[in-house]
């Protein structure tokens, strides 16, 4: 077991890296007996995890109350949150209770986003069941849902207090869902970590086929680098917007290609072209481009951006949520762990960027 502990304003987060979920039963020592536990999961996850996991808290099953929603992003919105929040009234939820979330992102963010808001905070904890989930976005507090078409635009930072991560749960997760999540340590690797970039490099198949011995040390590696971050920028406006890489481009070519792509694979493509205007711009040194994008397709991730459709994804940049000026903010790097953010207007000389082989 892996324990982390950090301080992040009045919360004490601790992050738990195990390969079951016994250890849990010490967070529990926390709570009084008059607390309720609300389990909020998805059917799938539910049906894999929710049993071993009421029988790990080992508390009295009256005050534990699993709420099961459908699974995936079209379960992001307010319909959802409607039906968690009346479900918290009928139980009779108050700011003593605790809700926990079980699954990948999308239950992290609908249940984060309750917990939140809830009679102004509940207390929460995020058990990650997708490598995603584990070495990304359970991390940081941040949750959202979807509101008219547009994808996280409604949140709220929210800290869990625990972050219990059972790398076990993996075993039943599709390897397309665990190659997604390596672009997004890769991001981490580029921006803070060197060795973690040749770590994953000698040790991505390990990883994906689940063994432990190099699974648990990488999740390790990439809480503890986002901790990092968000230590020092928890909401958003300094060196947390370094976590974006790759990010304003992809979000772009996910949302111009209207989903057909999955994040992890826009992601991929859009840290490619984000590389390719650092070694244009910036002088970040081809080899390590040359190294990212073919660690990128040796894990399976798409790298071909020259035949995209950039009209279509420069349209959409220009709506990026995360646009405050004129022209959009590209988080674009020197060398690995030399970070810049660029405002970049997207002229012809950008988009041949993108066209043109390097
Ligand atoms: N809040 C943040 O900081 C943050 C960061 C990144 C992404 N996100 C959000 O995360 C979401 C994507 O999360 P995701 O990739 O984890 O997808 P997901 O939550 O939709 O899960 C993918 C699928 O895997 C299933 N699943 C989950 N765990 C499983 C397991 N252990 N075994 C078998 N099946 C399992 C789920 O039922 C679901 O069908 C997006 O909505 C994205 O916006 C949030
Ligand atoms: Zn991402």
Known sequence: MEKIEIKLNDINQTVIIDDNFLNITSAFDFYSDETKVIIITDTAVGELYLESLIKAINISRQKIYPLII??????????????????????????????????GGVIGDISGFVAATYHRGLKLIQIPTTLLAQIDSSIGGKNAINFEDNKNIIGTIHQPALIYINVSVLNSLDIQNKKNAMVEAIIHAIIRDQELLNFIDLNYKKILLGEKNFLMPFIYKN????????????????????????????????????????????????????????????????????FIKSLLNKIGLPTIIETLEWDKIINKIQYDKKKVREDPLFVLVKDTQEILYQELKIDSDVIEIFRKKI
């Open 70 to 103: 459908k699974p995936g992003e079209k379960s992001k919105n307010f319909s959802t949150v409607n039906k968690l929040y009346k479900a918290l009234l009928k139980i009779g939820a108050n700011r003593e209770d605790l809700v926990i979330a079980l699954g």
């Open 223 to 290: 809480c503890t680098i986002k901790l990092q971050v968000i230590m020092q920028d928890q909401y958003d406006s300094t060196i947390r917007k370094s976590l974006n890489l790759g990010h304003t481009i992809g979000h772009a070519i996910e949302s111009a290609y209207n989903y057909e792509f999955s994040h992890g694979e826009s992601v991929s493509m859009g840290l490619i072209a984000a590389l390719k205007l650092s070694v244009m711009l910036q002088n970040f040194p081809k080899q390590k481009y040359y």
